[in-house]
C-alpha cells in the first residue's frame, strides 16, 4: 500500500516564501513520477508541478505555466519525499496542495497518478 503524507502548510504573508513536503511509504519511490497539485476555494484541483524519471537517476520535472520561475519541484529518494518550494506568494495561492505518485510516466492531468495524499492546506494573507 502506497501512502502520501504532505506537511508544511500554514499561514504565509504575501511576498513570502513557501516549502512544502511529501513523504511517501510503499513501492519504490525513486520509480514514481511525483507530482503537485492544488485547489482552492470554490476551484477544480489544478496541476501545479511533476518530477519523472527518465531513466537511471535521472529525472525531468515540468510546471504549470502560472507556476513557472516562481516554483521548484524536488526530489530525496534516499528519503522518499518529494518538496514543493513557491517563491513570492501571493492570495491567489492559498489552497490546499496535494501530493500525487504515480507508477508510470506521469503528466499534469489528475487521472494520470494512482496514489494521493490528503493535502495540507495554505493560505496566504495579504
Known amino acids: 500500500q502506497v501512502q502520501l503524507v504532505e506537511s508544511g502548510g500554514g499561514l504565509v504573508q504575501a511576498g513570502d516564501s513557501l516549502s512544502l513536503s511529501c513523504e511517501v511509504s510503499?513501492?519504490?519511490?525513486?520509480?514514481?513520477?511525483m507530482g503537485w497539485f492544488r485547489q482552492a476555494p470554490g476551484k477544480e484541483r489544478e496541476f501545479v508541478a511533476a518530477?519523472?524519471?527518465?531513466?537511471?537517476?535521472?529525472?525531468?520535472?515540468n510546471y504549470a505555466v502560472s507556476m513557472k520561475g516562481r516554483a521548484t519541484i524536488s526530489r530525496h529518494n534516499a528519503k522518499n519525499t518529494v518538496y514543493l518550494e513557491m517563491s513570492s506568494v501571493k492570495p491567489e495561492d492559498t489552497a490546499v496542495y496535494y501530493c500525487?505518485?504515480?507508477?508510470?510516466?506521469?503528466?499534469?492531468?489528475?487521472?494520470?497518478?494512482?496514489?494521493w495524499g490528503r493535502g495540507t492546506r495554505v493560505t496566504v494573507s495579504s
Open positions: 510503499g513501492g519504490t519511490f525513486s520509480r514514481y513520477t
Open positions: 500525487a505518485a504515480d507508477t508510470a510516466d506521469g503528466g499534469s492531468l489528475e487521472s494520470d497518478y494512482d496514489y
Open positions: 518530477s519523472r524519471r527518465v531513466g537511471g537517476n535521472v529525472y525531468t520535472t
